[in-house]
């Protein structure tokens, strides 16, 4: 069965500094990797996914992600972190069998300081 | 296109009630699941359907039910509801082409169990 960890279950970063979310992964077989954002009292967004191909993937607002399988890591990063991108971040991982079910880690919430 | 559509947005129920919580999407999607969150918990899935007339068991199925008599609509119900209830719950869609496809949520429910 696929597991997603999520380290720092807070994270706090001022206006302009790099952000770095982490996420480690389980999985037996290839995975395929999911970022999603959830702003207040709304549901999900994908931000990113890897799938297979290129193990660095880009996605909205200019974050990004690389897919580091000898470390079993899809850390999510942002060169310059903005107020609007105060939110919960979440990592996933997708079961390939019926349903392609998406495994969700706990979260990390993200905090942006003027 | 209002894609994913939950009703109701807030509700509180007494211990014993029972409710159905609605899903309906607009995409044609064959793919549809339902997921409570929890405060630093994630999302834990609690039943998902492949297509009209298919429905399976998530992580966390007792004490709901689910249908999927249209492609549309997927609703939830709780029987008997008990105060572990008490959660936000989230439908999501996608599209069962196309490989792993990205999923669409909706605004969630959030239900308080007294």
């Known amino acids: 069965a696929q597991s997603v960890t999520q380290l720092g279950s807070h994270v ?59 470390e079993t890591s899809f850390h999510l990063t942002k060169p310059s972190a903005h107020m609007s991108d105060a939110a919960e971040y979440f990592c996933a991982v997708s079961d390939t069998g019926g349903g392609n079910k998406l495994t969700f880690g706990t979260g990390t919430q993200l905090k942006v300081e003027l | 296109n209002a894609g994913v559509t939950q009703t109701p947005k807030f509700r509180i129920l007494k211990i014993g009630q029972s409710m159905t919580l609605q899903c309906t999407q607009d995409m044609n999607h064959n793919y549809m699941y339902w997921y409570r969150q929890d405060p630093g918990m994630g999302l834990k899935l609690i039943y998902y359907s492949v297509g009209a007339g298919i429905t399976d068991k998530g992580e966390v199925p007792n004490g709901y039910n689910v249908s999927r008599s249209t492609t549309e609509d997927f609703p939830l119900r709780l029987e008997l509801a008990a105060p572990s209830q008490t959660s936000v719950y989230f439908c999501a869609s996608r599209s069962g082409t196309g490989g792993i496809g990205e999923l669409f949520f909706g605004e969630g429910s959030r239900l308080t169990v007294l």
């Not at chain 1, 996420?23 to 207040?40: A, D, G």
């Not at chain 1, 890897?50 to 580091?68: D, M, P």
């Open chain 1, 12 to 70: 706090s970063v001022s206006e302009g500094a790099l952000v770095l979310l982490r996420c480690n992964y389980s999985s037996s077989v290839p995975p395929y990797l999911f970022w999603y954002v959830q702003y207040p009292n709304q549901g999900l967004q994908l931000l990113l996914k890897y799938t297979t191909g290129a193990t660095l993937v880009k996605g909205i607002n200019g974050f990004e992600a690389e897919f580091k399988k000898s």
